[in-house]
Nanobody
């Protein structure tokens, strides 16, 4: 059974840090890219970051460049999103997703995780 399980969300003050994890089960991890998306209340879901597990190439949305870092631990089938210098506008439910093209554009999503909530207080 394919599963993507996020963890690491929570409440943090502006300027603080959180690290999200996405553990993948049930598919050949190396063939995929893993993306992070977020959806704030009343807003559409947006892409945040993506990493190609095969070649390590990455993508970041302009809004998070220089603050967020995506990485993978292939031995653990896990992708991380290190979020530093958090801002109130980063508040959202964060989802990880598996892209079956394997490309760091993350435009071909096959599976989604259940999401983890991040709240950044001012």
């Amino acid at each position: 059974e394919v599963q993507l399980v996020e963890s690491g969300g929570g409440l943090v003050q502006a300027g603080g840090s959180l690290r999200l994890s996405c553990a993948a089960y049930g598919f050949r991890f190396d063939d995929y890219a893993i993306g992070w998306f977020r959806q704030a209340p009343g807003k559409e879901r947006e892409g945040v970051s993506c990493i190609s597990i095969n070649d390590g190439s990455t993508y970041y949305a302009d809004s998070v460049k220089g603050r967020f870092t995506v990485s993978s631990d292939n031995a653990k089938n896990t992708v991380y999103l290190q979020m530093n210098s958090l801002k109130p506008e980063d508040t959202a439910v964060y989802y990880c997703a598996a892209d079956y093209s394997g490309e760091s554009t993350c435009g071909m999503i096959g599976w989604w995780g259940q999401g983890t909530k991040v709240i950044v207080s001012a």
